[in-house]
């Protein structure tokens, strides 16, 4: 159990309270990005279901472990928002290297393939989505990405190595436009009830898991949702909040979970992670770095770009949002647009040593906070979102033009 979780004290408390039978109907899961919370999460859940003869080892091969290997099982519900297309594209890349040259380690990559894409579609069950009103743009899409998925997929043999390439390229892809197009970045509070009613039904076999990821980014309306059924949670379902930020779970939640914390690793830890997950042994930076060497547009250029964009405004040079977009390639992954944003609110350290520049800058990074909001909770374009954040940038300079003149 939890083998496959490198590196973190946390596994320990969760491995002897499972042992126990100590382990609650809810519990939260916090620590920053990239420390295992996910990975812990999915390995509870294949724990509490699996009913093999070396239960619950990674390697066991009852069908209920095999189905939550594949993350191909019935009584699991993810939901939340995440980005999931880097470590898609990360986990292809190891997939088709290993099947090129037939090592080791492809049936894992397999694995690793197969489910870094079902960490995003299955925030697209149908008992979640139930009811929404853009069923009719998302079930096209889905189906073309499991009939492509179900062609890679255990125990099926592997097409001939060309076809299987131009297989993951289209799901990558595919898991893009999914991610951009349809990927909320808080849960609708519609799916709460769905799930509730999900959580209420008896499972065939083992135990029900919902994990819900970001959990500090549901709205209230979705957190009162949630409070009374975390407070008696069905006998056979388990409920696993995620957060990077515990401080922002509401008081009431936190009282009816128990939290274990997942601390920050090491960086020859990390690399640990990156050698065994994705089969690197070159890589020498921690697994956040390792990851964005996925973006389509490199982060350098990415910070390089926002710099430019900040120093014109500041500087009454109006960038163009048609070139700034296309420059960044459509800011497609999303967290493209993540670090842009970032990137901008970096190249404000140098005026923030005084108590008025300290005041601007929080000014300019409300700014920034809405900008993104615009794109990721309201659906306005990039560069209508971008056009609104030039025009309230230039007022905050407008005010504050000594202190950006320094930028």
Not at 70 to 93: F, Q, T, V, W
Not at 146 to 168: M, Y
Not at 199 to 205: G, L, P, S, T
Not at 361 to 377: G, I, P, S
Request: proline share 5%; charged share 25%; net charge neutral.
């Amino acid at each position: 159990m939890l083998e496959n979780l490198v590196g973190q004290s946390a596994s320990k408390s969760i491995i002897q309270d499972i042992k126990n039978n100590r382990f609650p109907g809810a519990v939260l899961f916090a620590g920053n990005s990239c420390t295992g919370k996910l990975t812990a999460a999915l390995e509870v859940a294949r724990a509490l279901s699996c009913n093999g003869d070396d239960k619950p080892h990674w390697l066991c091969e009852c069908p209920s472990c095999l189905r939550h290997k594949a993350l191909n099982c019935s009584n699991i519900l993810l939901m939340g928002p995440r980005d999931c297309s880097l470590e898609i594209s990360a986990a292809k890349d190891s997939f088709i290297k290993s099947y090129r040259d037939n090592d080791t380690h492809l049936k894992a990559n397999r694995y690793l393939f197969l489910r870094s894409v079902r960490k995003l579609t299955l925030r697209f069950s149908g008992i979640l989505w139930e009811g929404e009103t853009n069923l009719s743009k998302l079930a096209p899409l889905m189906e073309k990405i499991n009939e492509n998925l179900e062609l890679i997929d255990f125990p099926r043999e592997l097409p001939p190595f060309d076809e299987t390439v131009k297989l993951c390229g289209e799901l990558e892809a595919d898991c893009l436009k999914l991610e951009a197009d349809f990927l909320y970045d808080s849960i609708p509070v519609n799916q709460v009830r769905n799930m509730e009613q999900w959580a209420c039904i008896k499972a065939d076999e083992g135990k029900k898991t919902i994990i819900i990821e970001n959990a500090e980014r549901m709205q209230v309306s979705v957190r009162n949702a949630l409070l009374k059924i975390l407070e008696e949670p069905p006998a056979d379902c388990v409920f696993i909040l995620l957060t990077t930020q515990r401080n922002a779970i509401m008081q009431t939640i936190l009282s009816r979970v128990r939290t274990y914390n997942f601390m920050d690793r090491p960086l020859p830890v990390q690399q640990e992670v990156i050698q065994r997950v994705f089969h690197n042994d070159y890589f020498k930076g921690p697994i956040n770095e390792y990851l964005l060497n996925y973006l389509p547009v490199p982060a350098t250029k990415l910070r390089e770009n926002a710099k430019t964009f900040v120093q014109g405004i500041f500087h009454g040079k109006i960038p163009d949002c048609d070139s700034v977009v296309k420059d960044n390639q459509q800011f497609e992954p999303r967290i493209e647009l993540k670090i842009f944003l970032n990137g901008i609110a970096q190249a404000f350290r140098p005026v923030m040593q005084t108590q008025v520049g300290a005041e601007a800058c929080a000014k300019a990074v409300e700014v920034l906070r809405e900008c993104y909001e615009n794109v990721t909770l309201y659906n306005q374009s990039v560069k209508a979102a971008l056009e609104i954040l030039i025009r309230d940038l230039s007022k905050v300079n407008a005010l504050h033009e000594k202190v950006f003149s320094k930028i």
